[in-house]
Every structure is written in structure tokens, then in C-alpha cells.
T-cell receptor, first 113, second 116 residues
Framework: QQQVKQSPQSLIVQKGGISIINCAYE??????FPWYQQFPGKGPALLIA?????SEKKEGRFTISFNKSAKQFSLHIMDSQPGDSATYFC????????????FGTGTRLTVIP | DSGVTQTPKHLITATGQRVTLRCSPR?????VYWYQQSLDQGLQFLIQ???????AKGNILERFSAQQFPDLHSELNLSSLELGDSALYFC???????????????FGEGSRLTVL
């Protein structure tokens, strides 16, 4: 059972455009929502994360929007660059207990010059 | 470089065989996690160890087992391999045992297993 659903599976954006990736989670006990970025041949690396006590978090060109009532969160990449081309994974986990993350299925982003 | 080291990077073996994947966590990290990444399933959590003890178990098959040694390195053992076990296996580490306040997981570059 996929506890975190992610869409779209792939995304092609022009350089300078906005990339938007959406995720939905099932378990209301989740309270940590990170996004990981993975380049080919590399392991995932933390990009940005949010906790449910805020509705938005921004770091540079990357913004997470969080909607607790809808159990949804999204990643917005402003002014997308070819160097942003990678696979992006959303994830969720519990505050208590193990720190294991439940990942979405990933979105392959391609930014065209 | 995340500081997490995984070996081997690539492994090709036959069905029915057994392999061992090795992971050295970042210096100072006590938790080790194993994830399986396949094209259609994304990243699936297998198991977590904290300071030598099993902490959490995910979708790990009975044919798979893992352990964490006193020096904190971990090994994932895959036996009676099937074609469907072909995947990228990632190890990750973190400082703490659990709780989202401990935050980030640091991933290695993975071990690509091909079962023929």
C-alpha cells in the first residue's frame, strides 16, 4: 500500500518556468514532509522539508506548500534551470517511533534549455 | 558526498544465489536504513537498525536479512534470489534513532543488483 502518492510521474518544463510536483498522504499521524532530489547515479539528498504547523516554506527557488486538511503538499521550483533536472521524491514520516521515511514514487523532471 | 559508503556498486548474479551488500554510515550516525528502489515502486523501506539493534521493519522479504555490527556498519543479505529482486539498494544513515525531529537521512550511492 502506497502511503504517499505522487504526481506527475514525469514533467518537462522550459528553462525559467515553474515546476510543480504534488503529493498526497494517507496517515494523519505523519508530521514531517521532506522532499528529496536524486541525480542519476547518486542517492537521494534532502532538498527541503516542512512540518504541518506551517503552510509554506521557502528556500531559494524551492517552495513547499502544505495543506493539512486536504492531506496534500507540493513542491514548486521557480525559475527552473537545466541543473534542476533530476528525480524528486516526496516523503512522510511519524514524529514518534522509527525515523523511516515513506516515499512517493518519484517525479522525473526535465528542464529544457 | 554524503559520507555513506556502499559496496559493491554493481553486482550481477544468478537466480537462487545469495549476495551481501555492505554499508558504512556517516561518522557519528547510529542509525542505518535499507531501501529498495525499483522503477515501478519507487523507494521502499526495508529495515532500520539503531546502534546494533533492529528498530523498524518495512516491506522486507523473509529471504532478506540484515544486521548492524558493533562498528556500526551494516550488511543486507539477500538469498534465494529471484529476477524480481533486481533493483537498486540504498543504505541511509542518520544521527538519531527515531522521531521526525531528527530530520535528515543521508543516502549512499546505492548497490545495483542484477539477477539473471
Amino acid at each position: 500500500q502506497q502511503q504517499v502518492k505522487q504526481s506527475p510521474q514525469s514533467l518537462i518544463v522550459q528553462k525559467g518556468g515553474i515546476s510543480i510536483i504534488n503529493c498526497a498522504y494517507e496517515n494523519t499521524a505523519f508530521d514531517y514532509f521532506p522532499w528529496y532530489q536524486q541525480f542519476p547515479g547518486k542517492g537521494p539528498a534532502l532538498l527541503i522539508a516542512i512540518r504541518p504547523d506551517v503552510s509554506e516554506k521557502k528556500e531559494g527557488r524551492f517552495t513547499i506548500s502544505f495543506n493539512k486538511s486536504a492531506k496534500q503538499f507540493s513542491l514548486h521550483i521557480m525559475d527552473s534551470q537545466p541543473g534542476d533536472s533530476a528525480t524528486y521524491f516526496c516523503a512522510s514520516c511519524y514524529q514518534t517511533g522509527a525515523n523511516n521515511l515513506f516515499f512517493g514514487t518519484g517525479t522525473r523532471l526535465t528542464v529544457i534549455p | 558526498d554524503s559520507g555513506v559508503t556502499q559496496t559493491p556498486k554493481h553486482l550481477i548474479t544468478a537466480t537462487g544465489q545469495r549476495v551481501t551488500l555492505r554499508c558504512s554510515p556517516r561518522s557519528g550516525d547510529l542509525s542505518v536504513y535499507w531501501y529498495q528502489q525499483s522503477l515501478d515502486q519507487g523507494l521502499q523501506f526495508l529495515i532500520q537498525y539503531y546502534n546494533g539493534e533492529e528498530r523498524a521493519k518495512g516491506n522486507i522479504l523473509e529471504r532478506f536479512s540484515a544486521q548492524q555490527f558493533p562498528d556500526l556498519h551494516s550488511e543486507l543479505n539477500l538469498s534465494s534470489l529471484e529476477l524480481g529482486d533486481s533493483a537498486l539498494y540504498f543504505c541511509a544513515s542518520s544521527v538519531g534513532a527515531g522521531g521526525s525531529h531528527t530530520g535528515e537521512l543521508f543516502f549512499g550511492e546505492g548497490s545495483r543488483l542484477t539477477v539473471l
